[in-house]
């Protein structure tokens, strides 16, 4: 199966929507709106924004503690490029975005919200770096939470943390993964349970990991992933 074919991604994103549409996790209308509008695609490219994810149970860790009820906002954007993908990193232009807005929220009636963001970043080699920037890596902060008063709060534009490329699936699983406790959403380990769930995941990690992973390689030949670029504090 060809992992960037069109017509394999229509059938996985259609199944997707099938699986998760049984749980009242969010507003995953945009990709309802790309499913629709797959037919008319001749190339692999979307731009995905306000895909809702919504909690109603507090975050372990969340501060301040009062914290207990929060929006996700998850945007993706991904074009590919006509290079050789054996060798060069097959995506073009790339976004990945997670804002977020906490809420202390008492009787039904939410406070104000607490912004909080980060975003999957893919370095780009024309631009200078003060710093290390892996080819892909997480990043705190963001114009989702520019401008805000911070009051005593100190947020630092580092560390960049290196980690591979996510689509709408790789997303999705991430978020679900990693700020839905399994002990308050029985639908998390429903999902991974389910077969077509998880060979939907396992075909985004072809697409995405694989080539990303055999940066690892001593045998690897690829010029876009290489260990220097993917994890530039390791020193060869």
Known sequence: MDSWDLRNFRQDLSKFLEIVDNHQ?????????LLGKMDSLTS???????????????????????LNKYK????????????????NDNINKYLFELNIDSYASIDG????????????????????????HPTYHFHFGGNYIEGLNTGDIS??????????????????????????SSKEYPFVNELKGNDDY?????????????????????????????????FPLYLS
């Open 44 to 66: 692999f490219k979307y731009e995905l924004k306000d895909i809702i994810f919504h909690l109603k149970k507090r975050i372990s860790g969340t501060m301040p503690e009062t």
């Open 72 to 87: 996700i906002t998850f945007d993706n954007t991904i074009n590919l490029n006509n290079k050789d993908c054996s060798i």
């Open 109 to 132: 009636v939410d406070g104000k919200p607490y912004k909080s963001c980060w975003h999957l970043d893919k370095h780009e080699e024309s631009s200078v770096s003060k710093y290390t």
């Open 198 to 230: 998880r060979l939907i995941i396992k075909r985004a990690q072809k697409r995405l990991w694989v080539p990303y992973f055999k940066a690892f390689d001593s045998k690897n030949t690829h010029q876009d992933f290489t260990m220097n670029k993917i």
């Open 155 to 180: 947020i630092f534009s580092c560390p960049r943390l290196p980690h591979p490329p996510m689509d709408i699936f790789l997303g999705f699983h991430f978020i679900i993964s990693n700020f839905y």
């Open 25 to 33: 996790i969010g507003d995953f209308r945009p990709l309802h709106i």
